[in-house]
């Protein structure tokens, strides 16, 4: 590839424990005695998705993502080791562990403490951690009934339920549209890089909307974001960011970080399934919540090590999957006469492609028969989403996202170009 | 003989109750082998914690989740979500209830505790209780679930009982009158029992509690729910939830039903009020009943529910499947315990017929555990030097309550002795070892066969 190089990788720390107080987190790390770790050949990236089934394109990187065999493996070591003994694992190597993942993750986000970074299975969990606290509010009378929670309308639908289950439930309401009649707006949930359709959204823009409109709290469900987009909560100043990492970030499923703002209203955190550990901050609630396999926790110091193999680390993964995801969007809308989503810089790793009217694509269910036979005729994953057409407008859009290291999505547009003889 | 494939999930499939007939069972070598991943020396006395997963299970568990990583949204949409209804009903079959719909699998005890305390704490913010109604709990109660009541009915209002059980005690009938004695106190000053937790064992001090008969007394007491936490109960006791009649019955496969970690059942009976129990992780499916919505909470690793048909093969391969393994558990594990207390002049902390595969072991008092923090410095000590693993627990003696003795003076401290049977290192090993490691801390002889 001939795009110009993006000479710093955001690794700031190098999978040891001392993390350099500070250091930017555009830092080369040192992983080897060597200055710079060897770089992967395309026949070590083949090797490292060799599990991957070979005769599918995945197009669909953003809900599932994408594991190295290397970090599989190291996810392997840890569960055996846990398994030889068990009792020895609890008591003496799983929080630290956990704490050194969180610590990498710190620096990554450029949080100002661990104690703001807890690690949960996903975003969907992170939501409840912070809507559960909203709903303590409105029980324990902190909250008016009728105070709002703000969300986006293309707010993920897991979210949306959350909302419901924790706000509404407990007399809150749940607004698209802000304050009105003196109420007050308790939380905005602002969304970093929407899901269907798939947008970067100026988070920082709106989180300072919200701080001049007087609204109490902001969290930003970033489930794309790590490895996708740039993240730095201190630039984007919400008090709840959270994103998973199997997503863009090479980790297996699941693991997400949940960063919370440190500040007086933010004590009252809590992880949803309560243990032992109740009451001593929600990253230490978090990091045992009963018997379950941590292992996906445990791997992010190797997944650091996998991704600095790549030139420019993460921001080169992060550049060369955006600008292949919007050339091969390009050449698509080209070849079918319709055009993209939005326009290009505010796409990330995922575009929206618009598919052509001839498909007829109608209903949900439409653009769901579509994926299927994509995935079973054509050995094309890729998620459709559907939209009612406004005056004038097609139906049906998709959404591509892809990392880029995958050699094969390069071949599934051959196969996409046809598209017409689908209906 | 032919007998159905347990991974088709047939609602009239017969558990464990007919060993495959065609098939011989499981050698000691094969058991070796399935093993063959668990540390060679540790001595493993705390199978109660965190279970043994048989290495064939672990083979099934590791295809599943190559098969997500080959192609996910495939698996996410094709094979998930039948694959845990297929889990579901081998377990609603297994713990005899009426409807698939009652089983719903979670991650575990702890997090089915969050479940249904989440549900009162909901009541009381809602108004449905009043201030100072009650929740009723043993005394020695699992402290995650003590805590989940702190988070969910304390901090919304609601005031709680905890039953004081003797320890160590004689007979069912100690057990039952304490529990009418607090549920006495529970309904003072005009105050409703709005749920009772009931442990089927408690962890520590590990006793079977006679479950059965106190729900009835609940249900006599007026008593609104009860939830029987059974954390260790599958693979342990017969586990019949009509039997017990509970509202709320959980147990966790991975501790005694050869699980990898983690799964559990939670069993809601049919009732207007079990619709309204949520996962507190909520996602797509709220709404749509608690089974539905715990079977997608979020991308994650779905893969140990999706191998209790695997397990119940393996299960099979033993004499008397998993009927067999109970009774083979207990009685060696009753056996290696008096074993104890004979060579060092102490007691059980339970009658045998109040154990299951786990039993209370009264160490010397020449010990002198005087606190949790003795008890914690003994087992780390056990573990790195003798590598014998196995929890202690001590005995906080009440004031004016004389104690058992041994020769030396008061009995502080007891082991949790809980082995997976045939598992791995023969069980005289494993007492040989426990034994040399408290004649290595200088206190008493070695049992003798």
Not at chain 1, 84 to 93: E, I, K, L, T, V
Not at chain 2, 27 to 48: C, K, L
Not at chain 2, 110 to 137: C, H, P, W, Y
Request: hydrophobic fraction near 40%; charge should be neutral; glycine fraction near 8%.
């Amino acid at each position: 590839m001939a795009s110009s190089l993006h000479d710093a990788p955001s690794a700031a720390v190098n999978g040891t424990f001392a993390a350099d107080a500070k250091s930017q987190v555009h830092k080369k790390p040192r992983l080897y005695a060597d200055p710079s770790p060897p770089l992967f050949t395309p026949s070590d990236i083949l090797s490292e998705f060799s599990h991957h089934d070979p005769a599918i394109a995945r197009i669909n990187n953003g809900s599932f993502g994408s594991c190295p065999s290397s970090v599989i493996s190291a996810q392997n070591d840890f569960r055996l080791q846990w398994l030889r003994q068990p009792d020895d694992f609890y008591f003496n190597q799983l929080q630290p562990k956990i704490l050194q993942s969180r610590t990498i993750i710190k620096d990554l986000i450029n949080a100002d403490h661990v104690d703001e970074v807890s690690i949960v299975d996903n975003a969907t969990t992170a939501a409840a951690i912070v809507l559960q606290q909203i709903a303590w509010g409105f029980a324990e009378g902190k909250f008016n009934h009728g105070d709002a929670a703000v969300m986006l309308h293309y707010a993920y639908g897991a979210v949306k339920k959350s909302v419901e289950a924790y706000v509404t439930r407990a007399g809150g309401q749940a607004l698209q549209r802000g304050k009105q009649n003196g109420r007050r707006v308790r939380l905005a949930v602002i969304d970093h890089v929407t899901s269907m359709p798939t947008v970067v959204i100026p988070v920082k823009e709106l989180v300072t909307i919200c701080r001049e409109e007087g609204v109490d709290q902001v969290f930003v469900d970033a489930a794309h974001g790590i490895g996708c987009v740039d993240i730095d909560m201190k630039q984007i100043g919400a008090d709840f960011y959270t994103s998973n990492l199997h997503k863009w970030y090479f980790c297996p499923p699941s693991v997400a970080f949940l960063y919370c703002k440190r500040s007086v209203n933010n004590s009252d955190l809590h992880h949803p399934v309560v243990s032992h550990e109740y009451g001593n901050g929600l990253a230490i609630e978090s990091a045992w919540i009963g018997t379950r396999d941590y292992s996906a926790q445990l791997v992010v110091p190797k997944v650091l090590e996998f991704i600095n193999r790549f030139e420019g680390g993460i921001n080169g993964i992060k550049k060369r999957n955006h600008e292949r995801v919007v050339e091969m969007g390009q050449m698509l809308v080209e070849a079918w006469g319709t055009h993209l989503g939005c326009p290009p810089e505010m796409c990330s790793s995922m575009v929206m492609v618009g598919l052509p009217a001839c498909l007829g694509i109608s209903s949900d269910r439409d653009a769901l028969n579509l994926r299927t036979c994509l995935r079973e005729k054509f050995g094309v994953e890729v998620p459709i989403y559907y939209r009612s057409p406004k005056d004038g407008e097609e139906g049906g859009v998709t959404g591509l996202g892809m990392q880029s290291i995958n050699l094969l999505t390069m071949h599934s547009l051959v196969l996409l170009f046809p598209i017409h003889k689908l209906k | 003989m032919q007998h159905e494939d347990p991974r088709n999930g047939e609602s009239d499939h017969r558990s464990s109750k007919k060993p495959k007939l065609s098939s011989k069972f499981i050698t000691e070598s094969d058991i070796r082998d399935e093993f063959s991943h668990h540390h060679p020396r540790v001595a493993r006395i705390n199978n109660g914690s965190f279970g043994s997963c048989p290495g064939s299970v672990l083979t099934a568990q590791r295809h599943l989740q190559l098969q997500f990583l080959r192609q996910p949204d495939a698996f996410y949409f094709n094979t998930l979500r039948d694959g845990i209804t297929a889990s579901r009903k081998i377990i609603k079959d297994f713990i005899n209830a009426d409807h698939v719909d009652e089983v719903s699998l979670v991650d575990n005890a702890t997090t089915a505790a969050a479940i249904v305390l989440q549900r009162i704490g909901r009541s009381f913010a809602e108004g449905k209780f009043q201030k100072n109604d009650t929740v009723l709990m043993l005394h020695c109660a699992f402290q995650a679930v003590k805590k989940s009541i702190q988070a969910y009915v304390t901090r919304a209002g609601g005031s709680v009982i905890e039953v004081r059980l003797p320890f160590p005690v004689n007979s069912e009938e100690e057990i039952i009158s304490e529990f009418k004695k607090s549920i006495e106190e529970g309904k003072s000053n005009g105050r409703k029992i709005r749920l009772a937790i009931i442990d089927h064992i408690t962890s520590m001090p590990s006793l079977v509690i006679p479950v059965k008969e106190l729900v009835r007394i609940c249900r006599a007491e007026g008593i609104e729910q009860v939830f029987v936490d059974a954390a260790h109960a599958i693979g342990s006791v017969k586990v019949d939830v009509k039997e017990v009649g509970a509202d709320f019955y959980v147990s966790n496969l991975h501790k005694w039903f050869f699980c990898p970690p983690s799964v559990a059942f939670l069993y809601c009976k049919k009732s207007t009020s079990s619709s309204d129990l949520h996962h507190p992780v909520v996602s797509h499916e709220y709404g749509n009943g608690l089974p539905v919505e715990s079977a997608w909470i979020g991308t994650r690793d779905y893969s140990s529910q999706l191998v209790v048909p695997a397990v119940l093969e393996f299960v099979n391969r033993f004499e008397g499947g998993i009927d067999g393994i109970m009774k083979r558990n207990h009685d060696e594990v009753v056996k290696m315990g008096k074993m104890l207390v004979e060579s060092w002049g102490t007691n059980l902390g339970s009658p045998p017929e109040m154990s299951a595969a786990m039993i209370m072991v009264g160490l010397p008092s020449r010990l002198c555990l005087n606190s949790e923090e003795d008890a914690v410095t003994l087992r780390s000590h056990l573990r790195d030097r003798y590598e014998v693993e196995v929890p202690i627990f001590h005995q906080v003696s009440k004031d004016g309550e004389e104690g058992v003795r041994d020769k030396d003076g008061f009995i502080t401290g007891y082991l949790r002795m809980g082995k997976c049977a045939k598992c791995f290192i023969r069980n005289e090993e494993a007492v040989m070892k426990v034994g040399a490691a408290f004649h290595g801390i200088n206190i008493c002889v070695l049992p003798s066969f």
